[in-house]
T-cell receptor, first 111, second 113 residues
Framework: GQNIDQPTEMTATEGAIVQINCTYQ??????LFWYQQHAGEAPTFLSYNVLDGLEEKGRFSSFLSRSKGYSYLLLKELQMKDSASYLCAVILRSNDYKLSFGAGTTVTVRA | DADVTQTPRNRITKTGKRIMLECSQT?????MYWYRQDPGLGLRLIYYSFDVKDINKGEISDGYSVSRQAQAKFSLSLESAIPNQTALYFC????????????FGSGTRLTVV
């Protein structure tokens, strides 16, 4: 595979904050996406980072450090509906500019 | 109508049968992809096509074939289905810039018994 690593599972309480980390190989990097996927449904786009720094969209933020091969997705003010799998996906020149997906992080939000 | 439509949504088939999963898109994208998803393994690429005359194998193409009938249509076939092909299958499309990532279909849940 393309060595995209993210934790398998995370659990958090409603109203709290959760940070999902993603690391990847840096060679040929061209951008990083985060997708949300509810069980049995299609992945849906959350964010796209190509430059270093933080991108904020409402309760969700995504951070990228190209030199460290590192990204995180920050989910604030967690709601029950945020219980889902979160997929990190990287564009790599070595993969013919297709998306390479991590295995996903399952986030469970508890009341 | 959905941007990317997959049919059927659910299918149960017997071992050894041939089955076709269909995908059509209204995005006008040149690039189309077929993935399968299994618990704990994430999305794995089966085949992809960058235009109508281009077909490429992904990481797990054995046992599968594809046809790109038109820019908007990309079908996946299982020539002789086997139980370990039971999975959730997704079709996706993108433009060549990838600035907007992939647009996924709703998925086909296939069970081979």
């Amino acid at each position: 595979g393309q060595n995209i690593d993210q934790p398998t599972e995370m659990t958090a309480t409603e109203g709290a904050i959760v940070q999902i980390n993603c690391t990847y190989q840096t060679s040929g990097f061209n951008g990083l996406f985060w997708y949300q996927q509810h069980a049995g449904e299609a992945p849906t786009f959350l964010s796209y980072n190509v430059l270093d720094g933080l991108e904020e969209k409402g309760r969700f933020s995504s951070f990228l450090s190209r030199s460290k091969g590192y990204s995180y997705l920050l989910l604030k003010e967690l709601q029950m509906k945020d219980s889902a799998s979160y997929l990190c996906a990287v564009i790599l020149r070595s993969n013919d500019y297709k998306l390479s997906f991590g295995a996903g992080t399952t986030v469970t939000v508890r009341a | 109508d959905a941007d990317v439509t997959q049919t059927p949504r659910n299918r149960i088939t017997k071992t050894g049968k041939r089955i076709m999963l269909e995908c059509s898109q209204t995005k006008g994208h040149d690039r189309m992809y077929w993935y399968r998803q299994d618990p704990g393994l994430g999305l794995r690429l089966i085949y992809y096509s960058f235009d109508v005359k281009d077909i490429n194998k992904g990481e797990i193409s054995d046992g599968y074939s594809v046809s790109r009938q038109a820019q908007a249509k990309f079908s996946l076939s299982l020539e002789s289905a086997i139980p370990n092909q039971t999975a959730l299958y997704f079709c996706a499309t993108s433009d060549s810039t990838l600035n907007y990532g992939y647009t996924f279909g709703s998925g086909t849940r296939l069970t081979v018994v």
